[in-house]
């Protein structure tokens, strides 16, 4: 069971908005809207930002935003800020009733 | 509030066999799952398995099935991961993390992680 594909990099400009996407297959994200998005920061502990594709939990900035079209989720920062700057994992339920993450991406704001 | 506190870090010796656990506080431990999820040094999150803490069932990933056991106390609020043969590759940080019901849903509070070092 391969990892989702994530970019390992993308990076933008303070204010600017990035779209990390979240490639899998017919078996996850194209077959269920379960995807989770985590943020962590070096040497902390991973956070819930999106769930259910598109949710935000109660206290997460709505800058954040998820969206899915076929088997490719995405992530979306608007008017980003320093404190974006952190690593993001994509997760997706799959049909064999397991977990999947994606292989991470690291934001850079430049 | 919502606490899930893991276990302390551990040093062990290729062959040795290690338990972590995860105490949950702050919520009514047997109606949420716990997932436990590696981090291997500079590497990504992979998702290992979760346990229903209400009847124990659990559910492992293939990659990890056979190499790994969670279990539960639901008496004491507490969930295990145990590894066992320990090689140089189990090194890594093992977080704990509930869900609702089903892994359908998302991993909302996340233990603090427990280090694990096995020197080669």
């Known amino acids: 069971q391969s990892a989702l594909t994530q970019p390992a990099s993308v990076s933008g400009s303070p204010g600017q908005s990035i779209t990390i996407s979240c490639t899998g297959t017919?078996?996850?994200?194209?077959?269920?809207?379960?995807v989770s998005w985590y943020q962590q920061h070096p040497g902390k502990t991973p956070q819930l930002i999106i769930y259910?594709?598109?949710s935000r939990p109660s206290g997460v900035s709505n800058r954040f935003s998820g969206s899915k079209s076929g088997n490719t989720a995405s992530l979306t920062i608007s008017g980003l800020q320093a404190e974006d700057e952190a690593d993001y994992y994509c997760?997706?339920?799959?049909?064999?009733?397991?977990?999947?993450f994606g292989g991470g991406t690291k934001l850079t704001v430049l | 509030e919502v606490q899930l506190v893991q276990s302390g870090a551990e040093v062990k010796k290729p062959g040795e066999s290690l338990t972590i656990s995860c105490k949950g506080s702050?919520?009514?431990?047997?109606?949420?799952?716990i997932s436990w999820v590696r981090q291997m040094p500079g590497k990504g999150l992979e998702w290992m398995g979760n346990i229903d803490p209400s009847n124990s069932y659990t559910n492992y990933s293939p990659s990890f099935q056979g190499h790994v056991t969670i279990s539960a106390d639901k008496s004491i609020s507490a969930v295990y991961l145990h590894l066992s043969s320990l090689k140089a590759a189990d090194s890594a940080i093992y977080y704990c993390?509930?869900?609702?019901?089903?892994?359908?849903?998302?991993?909302?509070?996340w233990g603090q992680g427990t280090p694990v070092t096995v020197p080669s």
């Open positions: 993390a509930r869900h609702r019901r089903w892994l359908q849903n998302p991993l909302d509070y």
């Open positions: 702050g919520y009514s431990f047997p109606t949420y799952w």
């Open positions: 259910d594709v598109k």
């Open positions: 017919s078996n996850d994200i194209g077959d269920y809207d379960y």
């Open positions: 997760t997706s339920f799959t049909n064999t009733k397991t977990l999947i």
